[in-house]
């Protein structure tokens, strides 16, 4: 079972109040509940997951063999930019994750992968 681990930035900025949108790459065996499923496969207290629902994040070409899951898939692009010239860049299916501190969150971020993975 893979498993995915915040990174410690991404920790420090949940304990600062923030707001994260984690996306964990779709699992092949399409779960009928998505929460139960991330609450299972991320590395947080359940608690902190607000909420998980299928998206298509725009992606470009990862290929490196490192556990960090950016390098494995792609850099995930935001809504307002553009691909480099040259860039392969393709649509990801993914469960995002709403997580944060119990209570308001300060801000939100944009879609971005956890820090590292195993399996």
């Given at each position: 079972?893979?498993i ?7 920790r ?12 964990l ?6 779960p ?12 947080c ?5 607000l ?8 992606c ?6 490192t ?19 040259g860039?392969?860049v ?25 820090g590292?993975?195993?399996e």
């Open positions: 079972m893979m995915y681990h915040l990174s410690n930035r991404q420090r900025e949940l304990a600062n109040g923030k707001q994260l949108r984690i996306a790459p779709y699992p092949e065996d399409d009928e509940d998505l929460l139960a499923w991330a609450e299972s496969h991320l590395d207290d359940p608690a902190r997951i909420s998980a629902r299928e998206e298509h994040l725009l470009t070409r990862g290929g490196r063999g556990g960090q899951v950016s390098e494995q898939i792609g850099r995930i692009l935001r809504d307002c930019e553009t691909p480099s010239r860039d392969l393709y649509w990801v299916s993914v469960v995002l994750c709403d997580v944060a501190e119990p209570g308001r969150p300060r801000s939100k971020y944009p879609p971005q992968w956890p590292s993975y195993e």
